[in-house]
């Protein structure tokens, strides 16, 4: 039982570069997410599917966009990457509400 | 704007202790609670949840709940070392899928 994967673990882009952050959970839940973690600044929500087929903004949208490709994927869009985008990525996903979430291991991106 | 206060530590209690994280919440309408650990390096782990106030225990950990008082904390008895991590607290309003993170606490266990 893998959980939430997240592919890949590590990324360097240069600024402009276009890349996709996968997440693929195998719990068979409803909701997933995309959280960045920076130092000092805590978990902030980017973008979340609530159920397969809906997408809502989090708190810092902007730069990314999102898929929710079917119940198990969700994946994470970065179209023209840029230095403040450099950050820790970590998907999420619950079973629906008032549940704890799971997380994957993260994506480690730099952007140069 | 929903609130959840930690205090960033860090926290620093000896081998064997009680090392006892607090935070406290904004929004009088949160029913869910969590714990999150995270080592450095790597991705939050669920080490307890709560949805009644009063307490809660799981082996070495006790989460609290005070509704009343708008505060959640978690006691970790006989600490150890690998316990030194930092643990972050989670907060669900009612029929929500959002949780309000905290910043999380620094906690260091010293032999």
């Known amino acids: 039982n893998a959980g939430v994967t997240q592919t890949p673990k590590f990324q360097v882009l240069k600024t402009g570069q276009s890349m996709t952050l996968q997440c693929a959970q195998d719990m068979n839940h409803n909701s997933m997410y995309w959280y960045r973690q920076d130092p000092g600044m805590g978990l902030r929500l980017i973008y979340y599917?609530?159920?397969?087929?809906?997408?809502d903004k989090g708190e810092v949208p902007n730069g990314y966009n999102v898929s929710r490709l079917n119940k198990r994927e969700f994946s994470l869009r970065l179209e023209s990457a840029a230095p403040s985008q450099t950050s820790v990525y970590f998907c999420a996903s619950t079973t629906g509400f008032n549940q704890p979430q799971h997380f994957g291991d993260g994506t480690r991106l730099s952007i140069l | 704007q929903k609130e959840v206060e930690q205090n960033s530590g860090p926290l620093s209690v000896p081998e064997g202790a009680i090392a006892s994280l607090n935070c406290t919440y904004s929004?009088?309408?949160?029913?869910?609670f969590f714990w999150y650990r995270q080592y450095s390096g790597k991705s939050p782990e669920l080490i307890m949840f709560i949805y009644s106030n009063g307490d809660k225990e799981d082996g070495r950990f006790t989460a609290q709940l005070n509704k009343a008082s708008q505060y959640v904390s978690l006691l970790i008895r006989d600490s150890q070392p690998s316990d030194s991590a930092t643990y972050l607290c989670a907060v669900l309003s009612g029929g929500s899928y959002i949780p309000t993170f905290g910043r999380g606490t620094s906690l260091i266990v010293h032999p």
């Open positions: 599917s609530a159920s397969e087929g809906t997408t």
């Open positions: 929004d009088r309408g949160s029913q869910s």
